[in-house]
């Protein structure tokens, strides 16, 4: 990978010269939050590495879409419709995020509208962010990040180091070289190991992920289940946040005189309990606690076809479940209460 340097005061412009590739997007604030929003004016940008309420898999797996609209006997998709984006500012937690959903939409039943979305957005990642109460990427090992970007912007204070992670990463690059420098020495090299290791000290959570597979494969039994259950409102806030939940259903909604319509693509949460209604009123997770058991099987345990974890320790779920149910509470629980805060 080619790694570059970059003045601090030249991010503005190269972000501007980015246009070309797409429309420009990026954290901005919101109240009290940070959302990925459309550039129009630079001064709403916020330049340093945020955590977004909602993580950037809402630009590539949207909480709503047409798939394709239809009039008697034909239909046309709406795949020509997906605009070209260029995504400043995802931190490497969700970048992890987009590999896991890379693979599941990838792999073995590639799926046109995620792909097509992935191949016309140009992620470029930065960091060092600071953790927010409940970050966990250091014990995800999320914290860094060698791939699933374009380009990639560590911001060390005085200067970005720029990792460039693709061909369009590269031609991006191409369009302003003036603003990149090659030259890459000692001094580059000391100022990341100084950044990072202070961004590692202000870690205040940890989990010990080299043991919380096994946890969970001799916990099924466990009364934390249903302890959790009992405390759920299946609100589905926790899988609205997750980088990594991608559940969808999909809908006709056909015009009254059932002509023309939409066939439409919404986000789904396997909380609920119509998630696992079957034809005849069968349900095969019934309670709550058994599709809690479900998620964090899948963040803790194993996911999808590579069969890891699926959690990224965005902490997303910290800030947002009302009743205090989390990757990190629900490993509290099934450890007895003896999980500790602490570094990682
Ligand atoms: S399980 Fe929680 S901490 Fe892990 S990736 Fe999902 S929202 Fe983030
Ligand atoms: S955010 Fe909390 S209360 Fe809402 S569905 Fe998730 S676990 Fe249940």
């Known amino acids: 990978m080619r790694v570059l340097w970059m003045k601090k005061e ?33 001064s709403r940008l916020i330049l340093e590495p945020k955590r977004t309420l909602l993580p950037v898999k809402k630009l590539i797996h949207p909480p709503e879409f047409n798939i394709l609209r239809y009039e008697g006997e034909t ?9 070209r984006r260029v995504v400043y500012g995802v931190p490497p937690c969700d970048i992890h995020g987009l590999l896991i959903l890379d693979d599941l939409f990838r792999r073995y039943y590639p799926d046109p509208y995620y792909i097509t979305r992935r191949e016309r ?13 409940g970050c966990l990427c250091k014990s ?6 060698q791939e699933g ?23 991006m690059v191409k369009v302003r070289p003036d603003l990149f420098n090659n030259n890459i020495t000692r ?18 959570k940890s989990i010990d992920m080299t ?8 916990s099924y039994d466990s009364p934390v289940w249903e302890e959790i259950g009992e405390r759920c409102l299946e609100c589905g806030a926790c899988t609205m946040v997750c980088p990594t939940c991608n559940c969808y259903n999909v809908v006709d909604e056909p015009s009254i005189s059932g002509f023309t319509g939409e066939r439409r693509r919404y986000w789904d949460c396997c909380i609920f309990t119509e998630y696992s209604l079957v034809a005849g009123g069968d349900n095969f997770r019934a309670t709550r606690a058994d599709r809690l058991k479900l998620w964090y099987t899948h963040k803790l345990k194993s996911f999808g076809y590579s069969g890891k974890p699926a959690c990224v320790g965005c902490g997303r779920c910290i800030d947002t479940c009302p ?22």
């Open 140 to 145: 995800m090992g999320t914290d860094v990040v």
């Open 75 to 83: 239909y046309k998709t709406e795949l020509e419709n997906i605009p």
């Open 10 to 42: 030249d991010l503005r412009e190269f972000l501007e010269s980015s246009k070309q590739f797409g429309e420009l997007w990026g954290p901005v604030q919101k109240g009290e939050v940070y959302v990925y929003d459309k550039i129009d004016d630079f």
């Open 149 to 171: 970007f374009d380009l990639f912007f560590s911001d060390l204070k005085d200067f970005y180091l720029v990792w460039v992670g693709s061909s369009l990463g590269d031609d």
């Open 323 to 344: 009743v205090d149910i989390n990757v990190l509470s629900v490993v509290r629980g099934l450890l007895g209460g003896k999980e500790k805060e602490g570094k990682s």
């Open 211 to 218: 043991v919380i597979p096994d946890i969970m494969e001799l």
């Open 187 to 204: 001094k580059h090299l000391d100022k990341f190991m100084e950044c990072k290791k202070e961004r590692d000290e202000k870690f205040t």
């Open 121 to 133: 957005t140009a992620i470029l990642g930065v960091s060092f962010c600071t953790p927010t109460e």
